[in-house]
């Protein structure tokens, strides 16, 4: 019996006993199909989903999914299946030429985040989301570039030709040396078998050279009904739409004598395959421990067999995980990062695999590899516990559970992707109602005992494939395959002990203070909300909203922050983040909290910027108290241990130690030296790390955090507000404060973007030459919403713009686009980026047109291109003001620092001008602030 097969035999044995394999296979049930999505499949044998959802509103989405990718391609084929995907933004039937992104551009859908495809191994997927639904003639149009994709590509000659440059960018800026290294390593990895080499990018030589009629023979026998699926989700008339498709999609013929849609096998491998190697540009050293097993076959795909089995990876990927944190956040651990997975084999659907990947401390892989694979066979053998299971399965249940009561603010995209995934691998579609009663049910059955026999069968050295990558350097070789092998033998000849699972019995806050008092409450019109003044100065406000049934979400600001702090201090605040990120509370560590928070969806974000201080993240109403609990310890308690320290430190050397070789990180680099003068706005190296002091950092956050009376609490969701009241009152109001202590911006000019025009340009060896830029336009201009409005949508209109001329018309880039921000508290309030990968040979243009770009925008902007611009925005900003996280942002902006108050950003949208967006434009310009640096691979 093939290995997946008691896989899943055990997960139904989790809850009902399973004596034979005919009985398991009678008593595997289908997964019933959520009720709510209306599944068709026409006489061609193209399928279609579609549903009615209003989250958000007055929108939908729309994707075309096909069985199709570059495992497909002959020899003298790849990279053809990506390069159709690219031809179908480059004229279809009904929209010729670029005419489709420039009309989806008009109604509000934005190239690239609206609209958008991929293609992998074996799927290729387009979509169109978040399109407006107010007007019927707008969800037609985008069922006929669907109809138009699957079926009425011009495939125009010309296009091709001028399509290969733009792929060959995207080669040449999207191919990092880990992809380097694997490629050559595929032909190992995947012996015999097609998927060695069949990567979706293809090869260059085909690239440049295929002819037209190639593509189209391709299209012709892949691209059609029996391999496509579509799906709509949103606010739509199911009906409708459901006539629509059948109207349009229906007139596709089938072909006569299809080709056979092969999904190719994984040979299994009786003894370990080692397959390590080298780039000169790598930075780390990476190694993957890969336990192969068979995918589900087709017959118990969507059963309960499928639905069991994936739970009981996730568990025994949740519990490995956490092991491998706790052993991380050891001085003396021996990798700086770990990592446990299921998954596919990288890259086949017909094989899966159990994976670890591990970085080292050092430059070496032995202690760290071995170190892994000790915690997979310390599981294997002594398995996981009932407490760690326990823990698990309650942050299982608590994740369903906010789904659960989110249900009616479920995102379309979700929906829609789901939906992709059960045309495509057949993945089960219960609907979250179903979901949720089905798994509380099946969980509380499913021992402890089942995840380890599961675990057992998976960790093994046949079928094990072991992956490296290192950087190449002068005298050092990789490791050969005897050599891993022999790390690997070690630890299965030790005697390893079982886990033992410390879990800290004591609360999170050990000794309640007393309680502060309400002592002034406001009402916030303008914002629909409600601000009360706490006796320790501290402010509170509270937004009540329905956006989601099961979320609050917190902002809290003061004004004040790093700026103080002089260069001495530097090393401490570029590490800082670091700490931040993963620090502990009172008498927890981070390890400790991980597992005292389980089942608990809390999150609480720290960042102490230059100018500001804040706190942010979310929870749910039956876990609010735990959520007060962790502010109050985080202003009174926020500790790093020295053990902790210490591995934080390992962990970032061991990803930086090497770094100096890699372009993309050198270039980061140069930016902020050119940008900056401070050395606190630098990208932080391993001496910097080395400097760090706890001490030194612990103080600096104990200062920003010690005046609580500072800050303000903003708090937007479904949440009691008397509850609510009384929580803050005694976890908010009892932090320690200095009333009337406000604290003031300091403003320190190192610490803003240099002033004036400067260019500049240095060299650099590399493996693949790649020129690298950077545009930064930057003035002051004092903040509003409306110029903060200006400023983005100023950057939307070049980017639009640079990618039609430096993209399309060019071929010197595969992506490039300008963002544009205009900051609250920064004296140097508006900046604009265009950083950018570019064919060396083409770097001058490039640069001359973002020049041109600039200069035209600020003399004149075409009233066609604004109102784009405004389509998009208008749906973007209604729904952000339909989310939590919107609403804490914008009042929690308004007490750094108030300007004018909007609450309904569409009528500020609407009333811009092209006048009022030339002219900020030009102000800015005016201010010559022009910096240019560009990076050019050495001859």
Known sequence: MRKVMRLAFIA?????????????????PPVPVDKEVRIGKLDNGLTYYIRHNEYPKNQVDFYIAQKVGSILEEDNQRGLAHFLEHMCFNGTRNFPGNS???????????????????????ETVYRISSVPTERIGVQDSCLMILCDWADGLLLDGKEIDEERSVIHEEWRSQTPPSMRIVEKLLPEIYPGSRYAYRLPIGTMEVVDNFPHQALRDYYEKWYRPDLQGIVVVGDIDVDRIEGKIKEMFSKIETPVNPAERVYYPVADNEKPIVAFGADKEQSNYVAQLMFKYDALPDSLKGTMADVTTEYLLDMAEMMLQMRLNELGQKADAPFAVAAAS?????????????QLVMVPKGNTFDEGLKAVYREALRAKRGGFTATEYARCRTEYLSQLEKAYNNRNQQENKTLAESYVRNFIDKKPIPGIETEYQMMSMIVNQIPVEAVNQVFSQLISDKNLVVLGLMPEREG????????VLALLSQVEAEDIAPYVDNVKNEPLVSELPAAGKVVKENVLSDFGAKEWVLSNGAKVIVKKTDFKSDEISLTAVAKGGTSVYGNDKAADLLFMPAVLEQHGLGNFTNSDLGKLLAGKQVSLNIALDEYSRGLSGNTTPKDLKTYMEMIYMTFTGLNVTADEFASMQNLYKGLLQNQEENPNFVFQKKVQEFLYASPMKQVFGVSDIEKASREGILDIIHEQLANAGEFTFVFSGNFDEAELKALAEQYIGSLPSVKGKKAEVKYDSALEIKAGNEEKEFTMKMEVPQGSAAVIVSGKMPYSFKNRLLASMSAQIISTRLISEVREKEGAVYSIYTQGAQDRVAEVSVVYQTIFQVKPEKKDRAIEIIRNEFEKLAKETPAEELNKVKEFMVKQYAENEHTNSYWCAMIAGNELKPAEVCTEAAKVIEAITPKDLSAYVNEIMQQNNYRVLVMMPEK
């Open 476 to 483: 050092e070789a990789c490791p050969t395959h005897e050599e």
């Open 342 to 354: 299921h998954q596919e084999f990288l890259m086949a659907k017909t094989k899966q695999a159990f």
């Open 100 to 122: 489709m992104i420039k009309w989806l551009e008009s109604v509000g859908v934005k190239f690239g985040q609206n609209l958008n495809a991929y293609t992998s191994i074996d």
């Open 12 to 28: 139904m044995a989790g809850f009902a006993c399973v004596p034979t394999v005919v009985r398991a296979q009678q008593q595997m």
